[in-house]
């Protein structure tokens, strides 16, 4: 019992060493895979905001937002707000 225990454990040694190489080369490979796919998601979006004001006139603000795409968009939208009532009513529209 104890030999093949011996015997297993210098295969797994072994074998380690054979394929050091190309595991090195692999978690080399998805890092980088996974660098770049986190990278290239973050980007600066515009986020471009109108307000229309009782008379009809309108207001245009832009401001920068930093995200993935569909996080800008909703932290875009948040943006959107309703103030005042009736025929005294200011709008604002957000979007990217």
Known sequence: M???VLETISFIIVEN??????????????TGILFLGMSSCIKDYDCNCVTTDPD???TTNSTVVKG??????????LLDNTAGSGDFEFKTECSI
Request: charged share 25%; glycine share 10%.
């Open 17 to 30: 060493q054979k394929n050091s190489k190309m595991k090195k080369s692999g978690l080399l490979a998805a």
């Open 68 to 77: 993935t795409k569909k996080t800008s968009e909703t932290a875009c939208d």
């Open 2 to 4: 104890y030999f093949s």
């Open 56 to 58: 009809g006139g309108t």
